[in-house]
């Protein structure tokens, strides 16, 4: 495997560096490390001139050795980057907007790069109107905010917010009202910001195409990557069919563009310079669509790889797909370590490798005679590879499975590249409007029907496979151990399919072994049965968890509420100004939610709690108000906006 794919040996140590910097965490330097890995192959030198080949893989321990030293600075370097501490009070910023702006029900989300006075990228929210509105990849504002840090709502099996846009690189956010932001009036002239203003463009040609709003937001997502338009709906359908990974622009559809432009330069010919030229051309034009569509990872690596062909063609040689793929993971890590923990990342690699794994062993199962049935069967073998690849992922995940993924993949996969190609063609069409032929805008008329027919037709497969009972199964989460055991078993089961080893039947043996052992601890592990005070922005959220399922509860005025050993009192309107009590109501817990004109000091008046819940809904300069009540008084508290849900257990 290593002679096949040399790359490995620099990916191995480089995402080993990675991995043991995010989960361990350490509190000293590996600096030294390095100087080890170094001093290693200096040795190694030193016996080579010797010729003693027994120590000859010196020099490789070494080198990854001084490679996992690496990574483990460039992943701390990267790490304190993104980490800073912002003050906690409204500064004056530049920066420049880094992608199209997303609109919201009352605001407009913008990827910010901060410029000055600090280099940060943060997600900014804008207060909606037509200014916000007019927002383009590129623009440079001037802001006055407070700069927030993310942090998790400390919800049960609550997901990991704040890891999520560290990944992402954004160090914090913030809300700016109309007032608190103005354009400067210079523009980005980065070749990013030149793209994602093209896209723009491009989106205003797509919305005259005279598509509906889903077909117009299904052909902006598999072309141009933009999935902001797309419906909860539509992305629900999508994944409950196992076809989610067609909405995001990924291997199939720059294979397509790939396509496209290969047979825009036919005409260049195959051999001499002007092959050489035509190399350089589509590599210019593929990577200009990469930044068109914002750069996701599925493309850049989807990118790499075609480009590795590319240089393979100019030098007459062949790559090893392995060995690409290889390169195209160790240079996406360098532009971004965190890439390795996106989940795009994960499922992008995970899809690809089953694929070159799975693939051509499942086609020489059968030969068909026909061209149909083996288009047919190329189809569902790739999907069923894929599947293979990805699903402990999406489980560990997602705790779904989609059931009918077999056919839906058989049904709808063939539509998208005809789709990609009438969308070409019918963005060309627009584009050479200007000429007011007749025939031409016949031509773009039946296009644009035709797209329109072919994007519908999809929608309703997708529609009517989620519809079906059991079409996606649900709460099946795993661990990452068990993904690592189900990995195993894959790869042993069908090594010993091919071999009949008795070691890999016995590794396949020990992988179902320790599978089921897991899931018997899981199982036996006592359920979680308890009142909950969940955080839920801005608003009050309670219920039960009864052996781990979670029952919403209705919430009504003041009220006590349900426990079997404990006094809970909820409180969400203030009718206590100026009561007095001759006898104070003793609680275990008193939560307070939704008024904010209720006062700690009086409430102790008429309440003797053990403590005091104080709920998301109450605002924050109220909350504060309340803390040092609290404290004055004396009484313990538990602040949900700050330190997430709180559990009353039965």
Not at 85 to 107: A, H, M, T
Not at 208 to 237: E, P, Q, R, V
Not at 323 to 332: K, M
Not at 612 to 618: F, G, M
Request: overall charge positive; charged content about 15%.
């Amino acid at each position: 495997m290593m002679g096949q794919t040399p790359f490995l040996r620099i990916l191995i140590p480089t995402v080993s560096g990675i991995l043991f910097c995010k989960f361990i965490s350490p509190s000293y330097n590996l600096f030294f490390v390095g100087i080890i890995g170094l001093a290693v192959i200096l040795i190694s030198f030193f016996v080579a001139k010797k010729k003693n080949y027994a120590f000859r893989w010196l020099f490789g321990a070494g080198f990854m050795l001084f490679l996992f030293s690496l990574s483990t600075q460039y992943y701390q370097y990267r790490f304190e980057q993104v980490s800073h501490q912002f003050l906690q009070e409204p500064v004056s910023y530049i920066g420049e907007v880094l992608d199209l702006p997303q609109q919201k029900p009352r605001s407009v989300a913008c990827e910010v790069q901060l410029i000055y006075p600090v280099s940060k990228k943060i997600m900014l929210y804008i207060e909606a109107d037509s200014n916000s509105h007019a927002l383009v990849p590129g623009d440079e504002l001037l802001v006055r905010v407070e700069v927030q840090p993310f942090k998790n709502l400390g919800n049960p099996d609550d997901f990991d917010y704040m890891g999520f846009m560290q990944n992402k690189g954004f160090s914090g956010s913030g809300y700016a009202n109309s007032l608190s932001w103005l354009k400067t009036g210079r523009q980005s002239s980065s070749i990013k910001a030149k793209a994602l203003r093209i896209r723009a463009k491009m989106l205003d040609v797509y919305k005259g195409f005279g598509l509906d709003h889903d077909a117009y937001s299904f052909i902006s997502a598999i072309t141009l990557g933009y999935k902001a338009d797309l419906s909860d709906d539509l992305k629900d359908a999508f994944r409950a069919s196992g076809t989610s990974h067609v909405l995001a622009v990924s291997g199939l559809h720059v294979g397509v563009i790939y396509i496209v432009i290969i047979s825009f330069f036919s005409f260049l010919g195959r051999r001499g310079k002007i092959f050489m030229i035509k190399q350089f051309l589509v590599l210019l034009c593929l990577w200009g669509y990469v930044f068109i569509t914002g750069m996701p990872v599925s493309v850049v690596r989807a990118a790499i790889m075609l480009s590795l062909l590319c240089v393979g063609n100019m030098l007459n040689r062949k790559g090893v797909s392995y060995n690409t793929l290889a390169v195209a993971s160790f240079f996406l890590l360098i532009i971004n370590p965190f890439y390795l923990f996106d989940v795009g990342f994960q499922l992008s690699f995970a899809a690809v490798v089953a694929i070159l794994f799975f693939q051509p062993k499942l086609s020489k199962l059968y030969k068909p005679k026909t061209k149909a049935v083996d288009y047919i069967w190329n189809l569902f073998i790739v999907s069923l590879a894929a599947q293979l690849g990805v699903f402990p992922l999406v489980l560990h995940y997602f705790g779904t499975f989609p059931t009918y993924f077999f056919i839906t993949n058989l049904l709808v996969l063939p539509f998208i590249a005809i789709i990609i190609y009438s969308g070409v063609l019918l963005t060309f069409l627009s584009l050479i409007s200007f000429l007011n032929l007749q025939f031409l805008q016949i031509l773009y008329s039946l296009v644009a029907t035709f797209v329109q027919f072919l994007i519908s037709t999809v929608l309703q497969a997708v529609y009517f496979f989620e519809s079906l009972p059991l079409s996606v199964l649900e709460g099946y989460y795993i661990s990452a151990f068990q993904v690592v055991l189900i990995f195993l078993l894959i790869i042993f089961l069908s090594k010993y399919l091919i071999r009949r080893s008795v070691r890999l039947l016995i590794g396949s043996l020990i992988s179902v072994v320790l599978l089921l052992f897991t899931y018997s601890t899981s199982c036996l592990k006592e359920p979680m049965n308890c009142f909950a005070v969940y955080n839920s922005y801005n608003e009050t959220e309670m219920g039960y968890i009864i052996d781990d399922e979670k029952i919403a509860m209705p919430i009504s005025s003041n009220q006590i509420v349900a426990h079997p050993s404990a006094i809970v009192v909820l409180l969400t309107e203030n009718r206590f100004k100026s009561k007095e009590s001759s006898q104070v109501f003793p609680v275990d817990y008193l939560i307070v939610a939704f008024d904010n004109s209720f006062s700690i000091t009086e409430l102790a008046a008429l309440f003797q709690p053990k403590k005091i819940i104080i709920d998301a809904s109450i605002g924050r300069y109220t909350a504060e108000k309340m803390r040092k009540e609290c404290d004055k008084l004396n009484v313990p508290y538990h602040d949900i906006s700050n330190s997430g849900a709180f559990l009353v257990k039965f």
